[in-house]
């Protein structure tokens, strides 16, 4: 991009700071023979809205502003940010940052293009695309589809949010990028009670959309997935325990493949060495036929990007090929340390946080077995159709994932719901443990958010239906 038209309208401007400013600052810090520097400019504003039995709950608006100056050399980071966008500030902050730097000769720098931003995403501002009171008809909505789908559901909770952020990023070779980022969720909640037995049921999504992308037919799906959920709920029984053959369902149980597999996949873990994955470039480290994908390029998506926080090109990286390890995810620091080319997956949560690589929208690609063809296979096992929390040891890859809605599977058949059920295993291993993959690949509906080291990015994550072989299920029946 050439204008900078909202880094100037929301950062720059207001702050009486020029192009040249910026290039004289960041001069000042790599001139120290440092292998790498930026400045991380960050404008936000932030739109909640909570709707609870039909009234509203909660209303807030926020804005926060802030730039991170980072200086990095070899493995060391010095960094420093502030919530005052000003010249001052930053000929400052070069103060702090210029306390590190490479003694000796300085090292080669790695060959670097200059991103240009695409367009995956509008560059609209979702909170002003409807007036408030629009914002609460989508809740009362929604809540007034729940309440009607079953006498059963005696309590909806429903919450709406909306960001809008303006970006922009001065690297080490002096390129300028600006990306405006919107991003919405609608979450529901569900209470069904039969008796004294009372379940939850829990949807949502979103994306980076206009809040119009919340149509009647998408309000209806959400808030029948959620019913759906708790009336499920209702009638499960306490699931079994033990080694068995559990088929995972599409979409959002993805979750397993982001945190148990997709994780030791990140640069820093495999550089040092803290990760599963370690040294297992080319290898088979899955059954044949399976292949994972980290993508930031999926057009609106709630992963996707059109830069990441380092101001590189995101793209579509392929991490296992057909059961072999392909690639990994990288920002520039692990990139360069490690020799290897950037993959656009530098995150950062905001402007006072230094990037790590993170994920985007990871997902398994497609196989050739249809869902009933998988579920028909099983004689006696678990199918978990949609996953709650789980944690995951990345040194490890063990993990450990609930189950939110889980169904027995007796000869080829479902039969009743089964609740308490988790999902106990090792990263690595639960690939080789795939028999069958399905033909019914699905995104997630636009809810995924990754922790890691303190941070949190939104992120996508998607799957075809599994068949896992011999796996342990916590339960408590």
Known sequence: MTSFKFSNQYILSKSN?????????????????????????QYSRNEFWALEDGKVKNGSYSIDQGVGIRSVSDEKTAFTYSNDISLETLKNATQIVNSIRNQGQSRS??????????N?????????????????????????????????????????AAQYEVILIHNYYG?????????????????????????QGYSGGGGRYNLNYFSDEI???????????ALTNLKAKPSPAGSMTVVLGSGWPGVLLHEAIGHGLEGDFIRKKTSAFSNKMGEQVAAKGITVIDDGTIKNRRGS???????????????????????????????????????????????????????????MLNGKYSQDEIISS???????HNFGGGQVDITSGKFVFSASEAYIIKNGKLTHPVKGATIIGNGPDILKQVSMVGNNMRLDSGVGT????????????GQPTLKIDNIVVGGTG
Request: net charge positive; with cysteine; glycine share 6%.
């Open 17 to 41: 700071i020029s192009h040249n400013d910026l290039n004289n600052v960041i001069n000042q810090i790599t001139k120290n023979n440092v292998d790498y520097a930026d400045l991380y400019f």
């Open 109 to 118: 720098i790695p060959n670097h293009k200059k991103s240009f931003t695409k």
């Open 120 to 160: 995956v995403y509008s560059n609209q501002d979702p909170i002003e695309s409807l007036a408030s009171m629009q914002k609460i008809k989508i809740l009362e909505t929604i809540e007034m589809y729940a309440k009607k789908l079953n006498p059963k559901i005696i309590k909806v909770s429903a919450s709406l």
């Open 175 to 199: 390129h300028l990028i600006e990306d405006v980022r919107p991003l919405i969720r609608l979450s529901i909640s569900v209470i069904a009670q039969t008796g004294k037995r009372r379940e």
């Open 219 to 229: 309000l209806k799906l959400y808030a029948e997935e959620a019913v759906n959920q």
């Open 305 to 363: 990007l059109n830069i990441d926080d380092e101001g590189n090109a995101t793209q579509k990286t392929i991490l296992i090929d057909d059961g072999k390890l392909v690639g990994y995810l990288q920002d520039s620091l692990n990139a360069r340390l490690m020799g290897m080319p950037l993959t656009g997956n530098g995150r950062r949560e905001s402007y006072a946080h230094t990037p790590l690589p993170r994920m985007t929208n990871t997902y």
């Open 378 to 384: 099983v004689k006696d096992g678990l199918y978990a």
């Open 450 to 461: 990754c922790g890691k080291e303190g941070q949190s990015v939104p992120v996508g994550v």
